[in-house]
């Protein structure tokens, strides 16, 4: 075989692999669509959307996905609650106020947070943060939203703080020097400088922790509980769209069966939120990157 | 008291608040791995490692879901390498700025984003159902390859855009080929990078339980998989499975699972951080 024979083969085996990316995409879209349309050929879409009982492993069998998509909702955003003021904060402090050696052991510390897996967190909820928690509102039921959306906002505080320190470092030096310049303190320099000229950074880093905490599934399975629930009091066992999925997986549902279809259904509500709010941050970053030169 | 004073006042304030938001996030991190290893240390034995699965939480180990690991680790690295860094040298080195190239770009960054659990969906289906792989480790970790094969991608493309053009034309200069350029300077120069991207993406998928559980990776398994075809069980399977059983001397178990599955993780992430830094020491262009 001549060079160039090699080259063109070469060249076409590298984009081989690159369309199985392409495919990934289209096989997961493929199997959430082909299985939800034979969901709703059984279950009408507006009992899907409107209902508000979900019990399809029940004699008497709701399909009504907003139980799941509320207790979805409300983990993560117990878990934003608790992850914003503090990755924000810890984002300023490393990048405004830190001493560099300080930000260089702890921002791979904190990072090791992201590293843990998952199911590490769902034991630290349930063994741990549930307990505690019992001490404090001692009527919580030993599987709740508010303990699962605590720990998921633990596991994001890395995603929202080390994504937006790098934002606020990649702000020119020259233009945190200039509000220096004329008379300004750290924290003025941070929230009416520093944080402006970040914000589309941090914003992106925020929806993708969101983005993450909504498809987030071993936490909450595991301390949330599998009680599908219209309601926002935190105390009370709740289930999400993931925790569902687990829940189906682990019993003994036939294929082909209208459960097993409900949760390539929740699988695609799913599916539908993540990509929204992933596309919102791509667009975000593409469209407001702010360039310096 | 003027203005500057209270000023003064507030950005010290914040200092301080900043310092406990981030003392906060490692006494977390120090208390968490405390409670695991209080908990599950004394555990950890030879009979622990060696033992098959039990109804009897002093007897049971985690011989299968250890074997399980070792095996997920292994075929996904596999698949996903070889596919992960093509991908990544395609996407950089071969395509000029296209509709294509942006599509595949949205494309990589969304898949990135898609949840775990989906890509579950995605391999119950397509892997155990339409190529009859069943509940099988090659089900499993082919599922786990496409999960973290956009890890791979991306670090593959950042360390070959860290190696400077003026490399690249040199090799031309000396009459060789793109791909003899590519093969001869460019990887080599950005090996540290990549390999960096590899660790992590295998010890992202060390961790992951969602997906194999949807794949329908049991939580009983008697024997140790001998073959890439039969069933299985991983580390992270087995903890959850032991976290769900009310008796105690269970959770006890889950505890020394899970100070091995960290310490596992932990050693892959520091690993991988060791790496980019040597490298990046290396090649300072």
Partial sequence: MTQKNKEVCIELVLKLSGTITVLTTFGIIWVLFSESFSFFKEVSIVEFLTDNQWTPLFANKRFGIMPLISGTLLTTAIALTVALPLGLSIAIYLSEYAPKRLRLIVKPLLEMLASIPTVVYGFFALMIVTPFLKTILPNISGFNALSAGIVMGIMIIPFISSMSEDALRSVPKSIREASYGIGATRLQTSFRVMVPAASSGIIVSVILAFSRAIGETMIVAIAAGQQPRLTLNPLVPIETITAYIVQVSLGDVPHGSLEYKTIFAAGMTLFVFTFILNNIAFWVRKKFREEYE | ?285
């Fill in chain 2, 1 to 285: 008291m003027n203005r500057g004073y209270i000023n003064r006042i507030k950005d010290k304030a914040f200092g301080l608040v900043g310092l406990i938001a981030t003392l906060f996030g490692l006494l977390i991190l120090t208390f968490l791995i405390g409670q695991v290893f209080y908990e599950g240390y004394n555990r950890i034995d030879l009979d622990f490692i060696k033992s098959l699965p039990s109804r009897k939480p002093e007897k049971a180990g985690i011989y299968t879901a250890l074997a399980g690991t070792v095996w997920i680790l292994f075929l996904t690295t596999i698949f996903s390498l070889p596919l992960g860094i093509s991908t990544g040298i395609y996407l950089e080195e071969y395509t000029k700025k296209s509709r294509f190239t942006d599509l595949l770009e949205i494309n990589v960054s969304n898949l990135a984003g898609v949840p775990s659990i989906i890509y579950g969906l995605l391999g119950l289906e397509v892997f155990g159902r339409m190529l009859n792989l069943g509940n099988s480790l090659l089900a499993g970790a082919l599922t786990l390859s496409l999960l973290v094969l956009p890890i791979i991608i991306v670090t593959t493309r950042e360390a070959i855009r860290a190696v400077p053009n003026s490399l690249r034309m040199a090799s031309y200069g000396l009459g060789a080929s793109k791909w003899q350029t590519i093969w001869e300077q460019i990887l080599p120069a950005s090996m540290g990078g990549i390999l960096t991207g590899v660790i992590l993406a295998i010890s992202r998928a060390v961790g992951e339980t969602a997906p194999l559980l949807v794949v329908g990776a049991l939580a009983y398994v008697p024997f140790a998989p001998s073959s890439p075809l039969d069933e299985f069980t991983v580390l992270p399977i087995q903890i959850f499975n032991w976290i769900s059983r009310p008796q105690h001397g269970f959770s006890v178990n889950a505890a020394a699972a899970i100070l091995l599955l960290l310490t596992i993780t932990f050693i892959m992430n520091g690993v991988a951080v060791y790496l980019r830094n040597r490298w990046q020491k290396k090649h300072n262009w």
